[in-house]
């Protein structure tokens, strides 16, 4: 064996090492050493077969995964990233020959790093969905918490960020949620493609071991195989599927995210955010800001630049492995540890939020029930575009005599357009307004409630 600070996979056709600068950027173990439970869920796979494939006798399988034990046992109570080596698999192979010798070896028989890193990434990743997965159920609870709390409050609505219709506070809360739900789907969808096994593609062009890849996917929790090996150690499409499907959640979160910023300010005021997730002002000592939620905000940028830089990377790469693949795990690693932070802080700032009743019942000003009006005059006989008409006269003629719409019934109506004489002071009752969108998706609470049912059984 090599010294403990010289082991490599591949010396044997070099005349030395690599230079420095060569070996500080070829270098993972800082980042992959994260990946040591996977590697040696791997190792002891691998070894089971090849004693199946006659080239291990039992007692040479039972010694190495005893030394496996003990490596993992290691792995458990040190800090692997500050040892010397390559990558987490030179490094559980040098501390296997620490263990048993030069028997250590035996696990690269008829593989690859190309099939094992794939195979190791692959784990993680399907570990990392089932992790994001889990804070976004957390994230939909609290939703559904919230959103309980908001069933009986009127709140504005808005288009272009003007205040448009009466909806409801729980209503609002629930259009986060369903985009949430969406993404779950895609994460499921991605999983599928995810759970393909490498192992046994070997370099590229498949393994000269007659191991058994469906008992190998079965035993290491995959659904099947990869079809070709050339494409199982070459192509990461999967990752940047699973980026996709990440980024698009950040985006969507950080809509949620403006939403809080926009209406937790002074100016709108409709909700009001737990001192736990606001912060202080080092000058102004008034200040509560929004921070998490801005941060959450940024992080949608942040793995769009992410998924962008990685698409990038793999643009035109050759059939096979190459070395750019390497670069899968800083990406990935760096997307998840992000989405699940805005996750965490969302899931806290959304279920300890408090809404105000008094702010969002003075937001729903008259004119927010013009197009209630208008359909409401379609249905006595109005057409539909006389009566759209008749009302924005009706506003404008409030607005430049300083009169409220509510004012304006009957003949008051009539003398401002004849075609407003059906107009009756109920039309002009927000809560009204609002029981009347009772169809299907609609913010009236009959519909509210069974939209909460609905929620709660996604989960």
């Given at each position: 064996m090599e010294s403990d600070d010289t082991l490599r996979l591949w010396g044997g056709r070099f005349g030395g090492g690599p230079a420095p600068e060569?070996?500080?950027?070829?270098?993972?173990?800082p980042l992959d050493w994260r990946l040591w439970p996977y590697e040696l869920a791997v190792d002891r796979a691998w070894i089971e077969e090849l004693t199946e494939a006659g080239l291990l006798d039992a007692a040479a399988r039972d010694r190495i995964?005893?030394?496996?034990?003990?490596?993992?046992?290691?792995?458990?109570?040190?800090?692997?990233?500050?040892?010397?080596?390559?990558?987490?698999h030179t490094l559980v192979e040098r501390w296997l020959a620490d263990e048993v010798g030069d028997e250590a070896s035996q696990v690269r028989i008829g593989r690859s790093r190309n099939d094992v890193v794939a195979t190791d990434t692959r784990l993680w990743t399907l570990d990392a969905c089932r992790r994001i997965d889990g804070s976004i159920r957390e994230l939909q609870s609290a939703m559904i918490s919230?959103?309980?709390a908001g069933m009986d409050m009127a709140f504005p609505a808005y288009t272009h960020l003007q205040r448009a219709q009466p909806t409801s506070a729980a209503h609002w809360m629930l259009s986060h949620f369903w985009p949430l739900d969406r993404g779950?789907?895609?994460l499921s969808d991605a999983r599928a493609r995810v759970a393909r096994l490498p192992l046994g593609a070997a370099a590229g062009t498949g393994s000269t071991?007659?191991?058994?890849?469906?008992?190998?996917?079965?035993?290491?929790?995959?659904?099947?195989?990869c079809e070709n090996s050339l494409d199982a150690v070459g192509?990461?499409?999967w990752v940047s599927e699973v980026l996709f499907a990440w980024t698009q959640l950040a985006n969507d979160l950080s809509r949620l995210a403006e939403d809080l910023v926009?209406?937790?300010?002074?100016?709108?005021?409709l909700i009001r955010l737990d001192d736990a997730y606001s912060t202080g002002s080092s000058l102004m000592p008034q200040k509560r800001n929004p921070d998490g939620a801005e941060l959450a905000r940024a992080r949608g940028a942040t793995l769009l630049g992410l998924l962008a830089g990685y698409l990038a990377s793999l643009k035109g790469l050759p059939t096979g492995y190459s070395k750019d693949l390497q670069e899968d795990k800083r990406t990935l690693f760096a997307a998840e540890e992000a989405l699940a932070e805005t996750l965490a802080v969302l899931a806290g700032t959304i279920g300890t939020l408090s809404f105000d009743a008094e702010r969002a019942a003075g937001?729903?000003?008259?004119?927010?029930?013009?197009?209630?009006?208008?359909?409401?005059?379609?249905?006595?006989g109005v057409p539909f575009r006389l009566a759209h008409e008749a009302v924005g006269r009706l506003v404008r003629h409030a607005e430049e005599t300083g009169q409220v719409l509510q004012d304006f019934t009957g003949p008051d109506a009539a003398a401002v357009d004849p075609h407003l004489s059906a107009i009756r002071p109920e039309w002009w009752d927000a809560r009204a307004a609002l029981d009347r969108r009772s169809v299907g998706c609609g913010s009236a609470p009959d519909a509210v409630r069974r939209q909460l049912e609905e929620a709660r059984s996604r989960l």
């Amino acid at each position: 064996m090599e010294s403990d600070d010289t082991l490599r996979l591949w010396g044997g056709r070099f005349g030395g090492g690599p230079a420095p600068e060569l070996d500080r950027i070829n270098r993972s173990l800082p980042l992959d050493w994260r990946l040591w439970p996977y590697e040696l869920a791997v190792d002891r796979a691998w070894i089971e077969e090849l004693t199946e494939a006659g080239l291990l006798d039992a007692a040479a399988r039972d010694r190495i995964l005893a030394g496996l034990d003990r490596v993992e046992r290691r792995l458990e109570s040190g800090v692997p990233a500050e040892e010397p080596d390559e990558d987490i698999h030179t490094l559980v192979e040098r501390w296997l020959a620490d263990e048993v010798g030069d028997e250590a070896s035996q696990v690269r028989i008829g593989r690859s790093r190309n099939d094992v890193v794939a195979t190791d990434t692959r784990l993680w990743t399907l570990d990392a969905c089932r992790r994001i997965d889990g804070s976004i159920r957390e994230l939909q609870s609290a939703m559904i918490s919230t959103a309980e709390a908001g069933m009986d409050m009127a709140f504005p609505a808005y288009t272009h960020l003007q205040r448009a219709q009466p909806t409801s506070a729980a209503h609002w809360m629930l259009s986060h949620f369903w985009p949430l739900d969406r993404g779950r789907g895609r994460l499921s969808d991605a999983r599928a493609r995810v759970a393909r096994l490498p192992l046994g593609a070997a370099a590229g062009t498949g393994s000269t071991v007659e191991v058994d890849p469906d008992r190998l996917a079965r035993k290491l929790g995959f659904d099947r195989p990869c079809e070709n090996s050339l494409d199982a150690v070459g192509s990461r499409d999967w990752v940047s599927e699973v980026l996709f499907a990440w980024t698009q959640l950040a985006n969507d979160l950080s809509r949620l995210a403006e939403d809080l910023v926009v209406y937790a300010s002074a100016e709108f005021g409709l909700i009001r955010l737990d001192d736990a997730y606001s912060t202080g002002s080092s000058l102004m000592p008034q200040k509560r800001n929004p921070d998490g939620a801005e941060l959450a905000r940024a992080r949608g940028a942040t793995l769009l630049g992410l998924l962008a830089g990685y698409l990038a990377s793999l643009k035109g790469l050759p059939t096979g492995y190459s070395k750019d693949l390497q670069e899968d795990k800083r990406t990935l690693f760096a997307a998840e540890e992000a989405l699940a932070e805005t996750l965490a802080v969302l899931a806290g700032t959304i279920g300890t939020l408090s809404f105000d009743a008094e702010r969002a019942a003075g937001a729903l000003t008259p004119d927010m029930l013009a197009a209630d009006v208008a359909e409401r005059l379609a249905a006595e006989g109005v057409p539909f575009r006389l009566a759209h008409e008749a009302v924005g006269r009706l506003v404008r003629h409030a607005e430049e005599t300083g009169q409220v719409l509510q004012d304006f019934t009957g003949p008051d109506a009539a003398a401002v357009d004849p075609h407003l004489s059906a107009i009756r002071p109920e039309w002009w009752d927000a809560r009204a307004a609002l029981d009347r969108r009772s169809v299907g998706c609609g913010s009236a609470p009959d519909a509210v409630r069974r939209q909460l049912e609905e929620a709660r059984s996604r989960l």
